[in-house]
């Protein structure tokens, strides 16, 4: 059985974010063909179940400090960096990449996420120049959408792919009757998240508790900063950590994705989808996974557009299941666990 490490920034929290549930997704199922190693320079494990959870799918921990021993002691056939930011990490450390097939795994392009003149949202990241010339040191490309996936070969000349993060689709889908509130799901770690979150209660939550007074709208996400926490009151939660999400977006009457930074895929977006929940979303959140809008998600770039489509999935029962249906025929077809296993165990 030939080897293959993992290299990424920490521990994959699986039930905290889209990007660490990716990477354990991935690493089960790499660990079917491969003897899997993984490590991380990031030291600090919030909580020791999610190196069991590693352990028990026969996914080996190494200490970053060991990965140069590790490389010359054994023949490894196959590295995958989660981020750009990862080899840039260990290219500081250990001077050159591995000399073996290398992977990267981009989970989204960095350079294609319009961020606001702010001087603490710039200093980390990367110029695009400086996040091809990354790529380029690859042999594989991994994206999440098409899209990216294009641009990224176009740029580059690597061989890029497209590996979607699959999802469990319920056994049964729950109908109307008995739903209620708007929700939003998505960590409260990024600039992203936050920025949606408030431009919806600013903006567009406003104009729905007119046309639909009492509507609940429940924000559900990890490490919310204390400018989220403080726009909770009356009918807006904030929840925090959550151990699952299925709860929350699967009982809700209506999922949104008001981001207006964003690239990649939008888990959320396919979470909602695959659990009937009708999606409200950007355009930049839609682009994603390629949802058709009118049929599968309704989309809108402004508040006023944004509102209008809540309201009339509150108010008109057959939008309500047509975009229901749409949505979740859609995840079927195209974003299952099972999908995603095979084209990873073919890709790789």
């Known amino acids: 059985m030939k080897t293959l490490v993992m290299l990424a920034p920490n521990i994959p929290l699986f039930d905290t974010n889209a990007g660490d549930y990716r990477i354990y997704r991935m690493l089960k199922i790499l660990s079917e063909k491969y003897r899997v190693f993984f490590s991380c320079y990031r030291s600090h494990v919030p909580e020791i179940r999610y190196l069991d959870a590693l352990k028990k799918n026969g996914v080996r ?25 990862t080899v840039i990490r260990f290219l500081r450390c250990f001077n050159r990449l591995p000399g073996c097939r290398r992977i990267i795994d981009s989970h989204r392009i960095g350079f294609l996420e319009k961020f606001p003149e702010r001087p603490d949202l710039k200093s980390s990241r990367l110029s695009r120049e400086e996040e091809l010339g990354v790529y380029k040191r690859a042999d594989i490309l991994l994206a ?16 890029s792919e497209t590996l979607i993060t699959g999802i469990n689709l319920p056994r049964k889908v729950r109908e109307r009757k008995g739903r209620k509130g708007i929700v939003f799901t998505g960590s409260m770690n990024n600039f992203q998240n936050q920025d949606a979150v408030i431009y919806f209660t600013e903006r567009i939550y406003p104009l729905i508790k007119e046309r639909v007074p009492g509507v609940e709208f429940t924000i559900v996400g990890n490490n919310p900063s204390e400018k989220v926490r403080g726009l909770e009151g009356g009918s807006l939660r904030v929840t925090g950590y959550v151990p699952d999400t299925e709860v929350y977006a699967s009982s809700a009457l209506i999922s949104v994705a008001p981001l207006r930074i964003c690239s990649g895929l939008q888990h959320k977006i396919i979470e909602a989808a695959a659990y009937g929940t009708p999606v409200v979303a950007t355009p930049a959140a839609a682009a994603g996974p390629g949802l058709i809008n009118g049929r599968e998600v309704l989309v809108s770039g402004d508040a006023e557009g944004f509102a209008s489509h809540i309201i009339s999935l509150y108010n008109e029962s057959e939008i309500w299941q047509k975009i229901s249906s749409g949505g979740y025929g859609k995840i079927k077809e195209n974003y299952t666990l099972e999908i995603m296993r095979e084209r990873l165990l073919e890709i790789v």
């Open 61 to 85: 921990v190494l200490e970053w400090t060991d990965l140069k021993k590790f490389f010359v002691r054994e023949k490894v056939d196959t590295v995958i960096f989660e981020f750009c930011g």
């Open 144 to 159: 999440v959408t098409d899209r990216e996936r294009d641009i990224i070969s176009r740029e580059t000349g690597v061989r």
